[in-house]
């Protein structure tokens, strides 16, 4: 794996711009809240203007350069600095992105349901999205941490957003999970990290990382299992209770937590540090690449098989996230170039699928107030651009050519025959066989299902046009990135070298 070439280092302060852009969003937000129509179109503007900035990146880091722009210094070898690369744009791109399809998305959910609190809710959403993003440009361990711990403050909130019994329980396993496996796990490491290297900065490509076989072989190995643990927002079992827990939420919340911001800063983290702190090099001297991919394959099938058990679509949705999360590390771990482009590359394969899935469950629910499996035979026939967006997110995730979620599989499938893991290829198999039992039992009955007993779906139409837009949008990027899956591949293919 060739990576070796040092990268242009740039200056950029469009960086800074990028992660202020949400923080200043969240300010406006809160100064108009008593006027919705302009409290959320600070909501959509924001969020257009930090994708932009973000895609006029682009040019620059496909070009080969590394951007770079240092907030302030700590220690010598610890600062807060951002740092925009091929691999922080696969998540960046995604991130920013999908936000301007959920600003849309949350007008149409929260006053179809005239939801309250709707000022805090816009302004927290705006702040995931700095944390989100500074977790993207992090340029060391440090400034990734403290990224992620806002996300974790800031979503809270969102969680807890109905403020019953059940949204503060919800609520509160969530922050605990989440801080407790982070300040236990995570941060004792990033020091013991720091005085063994005396730096935290992410290292330039992915063959080397910062860490050493030669230091102590255990040591690097705890530190390892460490940081995978630290990060648990990337919903490795046993950490992934407080997921299932978050569902409580309203589902723009739901969409947020499981395609654009937590778990998606779970997993970008956790490759972050396996890549660019312990680098391909020392993970393969140290045999914690194959151990890694089969302790996540235990999730992968299990998560997928208490998702068949699951008849509240959004718990399903949730199981299906924690199996598919584990398709990233798993990716990762194998250690080969196509297997890591095929973990890599389903950050933004999954996203915009889980986000179409999501944004279907609250389109549904808006629009009928069904929230079970059960209840929705014949509904697709009374609903139909939502339960078709639905059945092309499915097809993604189960891995059906040309929908985006098949790239991640060939990927993967091929990767784990490099690495000569049978054992990988069937795990990826029996999971495929998984996705169909849980997401194609959904369409079918939408679509030739009988209606429960009763039941003749009358006044149900299809939820509002902000609504429904975002969620085809979704739907059809899912498919325009499997039939074309370059762009984001360039990426992928830089990192790799």
Excluded at 473 to 496: Q, R, Y
């Amino acid at each position: 794996m060739d990576v070796s070439t040092t990268p242009e280092i740039v200056v950029s302060i469009k960086l800074l711009l990028a992660i202020l852009v949400p923080l200043v969003t969240a300010v406006a937000v809160m100064l108009t809240g008593q006027k919705p129509n302009l409290r959320e179109s600070c909501s959509v503007v924001g969020a257009v203007i930090m994708f932009s900035i973000i895609f006029s990146l682009v040019p620059d880091v496909l070009g080969g350069k590394t951007l770079l722009f240092n907030m302030f210094n700590i220690l010598p070898g610890v600062s807060v600095t951002l740092r925009a690369d091929a691999f922080s744009m696969i998540f960046a791109l995604v991130a920013s992105f999908l936000w301007i399809l959920a600003a849309f998305y949350s007008m149409g959910y929260m006053r179809g349901l005239q939801e309250h609190a709707q000022t805090r809710f816009n302004a927290c959403f705006a702040l995931s999205l700095f944390g989100a993003i500074g977790c993207a440009f992090a340029d060391n361990l440090f400034t990734l941490y403290l990224f992620y711990e806002i996300v974790s403050i800031c979503t809270y909130p969102l969680v807890a957003h109905h403020q019953d019994k059940e949204g503060y329980a919800g609520a509160r396993k969530y922050i605990v999970y989440l801080t407790t496996t982070a300040k236990f796990f995570l941060l004792p490491a990033m020091i013991l990290i720091y005085v063994l290297t005396g730096t935290l900065d992410f290292a330039n490509n992915i063959s080397t990382g910062i860490l050493s076989p030669e230091i102590n072989s255990t040591v690097v190995t705890i530190l390892y299992i460490c940081c995978i643990f630290g990060f648990a927002k990337n919903g490795i079992m046993p950490f992934h209770n407080w997921l299932p827990g978050a569902m409580v939420a309203p589902t723009p919340v739901s969409a947020l937590l499981h395609a654009v911001a937590v778990v998606k800063v779970g997993v970008f983290s956790t490759t972050r540090v396996m890549l660019y702190v312990f680098g391909v090099d020392t993970m393969s001297a140290l045999n914690l690449g194959i151990p890694t991919a089969y302790f996540v394959s235990f999730t992968i099938l299990a998560a997928s098989i208490i998702a068949l058990s699951k008849t509240n679509l959004k718990a399903r949705l949730a199981y299906s996230t924690i199996s598919q999360l584990s398709y990233i590390i798993l990716g990762v771990a194998l250690l080969t170039p196509t297997a890591i482009e095929g973990g890599l590359v389903h950050i933004a394969n999954h996203a915009f699928s889980k986000i179409t899935l999501f944004f279907c469950a609250g389109a549904i629910y808006v629009a009928s107030h069904k929230k079970d499996i059960t209840e929705m035979g014949g509904l697709g026939r009374t609903m139909p651009f939502t339960f078709a967006a639905f059945g092309i997110a499915s097809l993604s995730m189960i891995g059906v050519p040309p929908v985006a979620g098949f790239v991640t599989k060939w990927y993967l499938l091929v990767g784990s025959m490099e690495a000569h893991q049978i054992g990988i290829l069937l795990v990826l198999l029996t999971s495929t066989m998984l996705n169909v039992g849980y997401f194609a039992p959904v369409t079918y009955q939408a679509f030739f299902g009988k209606r429960p007993a009763g039941e003749k779906f009358e006044g149900i139409k299809e939820a509002p046009l902000s609504m429904l837009i975002p969620l085809m949008i979704a739907a059809l990027i899912s498919i325009i990135i499997g039939i074309f899956p370059d762009f984001m591949m360039n990426f992928v293919k830089a990192v790799t070298g």
